[in-house]
């Protein structure tokens, strides 16, 4: 990707996030695999065709959303350059999430500064997937330290690798794969050979951003001054203990630097899952662990991007 779009993408991201009211990919992405589950699901009859009916989906989704996007730029380019600019650093944009991320987590923090535990609660419940309602003041800040560090990989350290080694294709297609991940890569009954494909996919997409994250979890420690020893101890001796293969590099080193340990009871849809428990409790999961998490993840995310830069910058010499 051009440096130029690059930090052009960044910095509107940064300035105005995802508005609702404009138009973004993975809601489109959304009704795509809504569709395809309604059209394709009714047709499959065992694990085997659920199997290769939800492969089918995934590979179609990931195709259109890499090739759509490649043909769609580049006749907006060939048509209109500046036009086509503009639409290539909006989706490029629409592919990171710094600000939203931040913005979301702040207002949780509002909510408990006001001593408004509901409020936070309902905060919460929007950027996670567990049932929040009956969730105490520390299950609220560990909810939002693990969505910190985990959507530190897959909404700003991923999409930034993507963009840079493949642009806003291959950022796009990161982003319908982490959507099918979301809407159906789950293990339960319903969705476990439909969505199987999908959740090893995305397990693959993250395999490296999710180590990255880790790594510059340890350096914006190690800069802002939190324990970056024991954030890259503990990502070390912990990461392989989250149910993920991924999603424990970034949750350990958070951990570590914060001296708060995650993991532990979480429900989904009332049914009750145990995680293995990350770091060890130093301190207090309250606000000020929160707070701590918020000011790493926005240093990853101005380090994810000087590192992006610097690779776009070494491409085009």
Known sequence: MSPLFLVAAYTLDRLIGDPPWLPHPVRWMGRFIAIGEQGLRPLATGPASLFLAGT??????????????????RSLCAWSPTF???????????????KDLLDETATVVDRLLCHDLPGARARVARIVGRDTAELSESEVCRATVETLAESASDGIIAPLFYLAVGGVP??????????????????????????????????????????????????????????WRRALSTWWRDAHRHTSPNAGHPEAAMAGALGVRLG??????????????????????????????????????????????????????
């Open 264 to 317: 532990g009871r979480n429900t989904y849809a009332g049914v009750p899952h145990v995680t293995p428990f990350l770091g060890q409790a130093l301190r207090p999961l309250d606000i000020v662990a929160v707070e701590t998490a918020r000011r790493l993840v926005a240093r990853v995310s101005w380090l994810g991007f000087a590192a992006a830069l610097i690779f776009c910058l070494g491409g085009h010499r």
């Open 84 to 98: 086509g600019a503009m639409v290539m650093v909006y989706l490029a944009a629409t592919t990171l999430a710094t």
């Open 56 to 73: 089918g989906l995934s590979l179609a989704l990931v195709g259109l959303s890499y090739g759509g996007s490649w043909l769609a730029l």
């Open 170 to 227: 291959a950022a796009l297609a990161y982003k319908a794969i982490n959507t099918l991940d979301s809407c159906i890569g789950h293990k339960d009954g319903h969705y476990f050979w439909f969505g199987k494909f999908a959740a090893r996919l995305d397990d693959l997409a993250n395999w490296l951003p999710a180590r990255l994250t880790a790594l510059l979890l340890v350096v914006a420690a190690a800069l802002g001054g939190a324990d």
